[in-house]
């Protein structure tokens, strides 16, 4: 059985799955990959005690506050992906990584890996926000690759205290 509940945020509705114990998705609405991970029977949940402790920490992270210790989270996915989900979890609140380092990452630990892998581990992240994929970006400096869109990443950065200025939005179809 899986478990769902919607709560509001800065970003627009956020939809949480769990499986009773654990946080196994946080999606924004209309997020690209939207729910892919669910499987199975479905029940709303509101008052589910990791509910609640995920709503907390979101309330603390938006309102620019230290969050408390995490929910318990389990994202599903294949090995690779958790290790690149894994290396996200280390990204500090107002910093940013690429996708090239998070690759450099995976390959000291013996794990074969290229930037574009990386992304798309990290676009298939299931659980937006608690597991940070927006503090990722690519090359140079583009807020690209976002499944909640720049305009979410932007936000959730600037929420964050990250200085925008170097950054640049790249056009559709341009190159990176």
């Given at each position: 059985m899986t478990y769902l509940?919607?709560?509001?945020?800065?970003?627009?509705?956020?939809h949480l799955a769990s499986d009773g114990s654990s946080i196994t998705g946080l999606w924004m609405e209309g997020q690209k990959y939207f729910a892919a991970t669910l499987t199975g029977e479905t029940q709303k949940a509101p008052e589910l005690p990791?509910?609640?402790?995920?709503a907390a920490w979101l309330d603390a992270y938006f309102s620019g506050e230290v969050p408390p210790a995490l929910p318990p989270l389990a994202p599903q996915g294949s090995p690779f992906r958790q290790a690149v989900w894994k290396l996200l979890l280390e990204i500090p609140r107002g910093?940013?990584?690429?996708?090239?380092?998070?690759?450099?990452?995976?390959?000291?630990?013996?794990?074969?890996?290229?930037?574009?892998?990386?992304g798309g581990a990290v676009g298939h992240n299931p659980i937006s926000?608690?597991?940070p994929c927006h503090r990722v970006v690519g090359a140079g400096g583009s807020l690209t690759g976002y499944a909640g869109g720049i305009a979410a990443k932007q936000q959730l950065l600037e929420l964050e205290g990250v200085d925008l200025n170097g950054f640049f939005v790249p056009k559709k179809g341009t190159a990176l």
């Open positions: 509940t919607t709560i509001s945020s800065p970003v627009g509705p956020l990791v509910f609640r402790q995920a910093q940013t990584t690429t996708y090239g380092a998070l690759a450099q990452k995976l390959r000291n630990q013996g794990i074969s890996a290229a930037p574009q892998a990386v926000i608690l597991i």
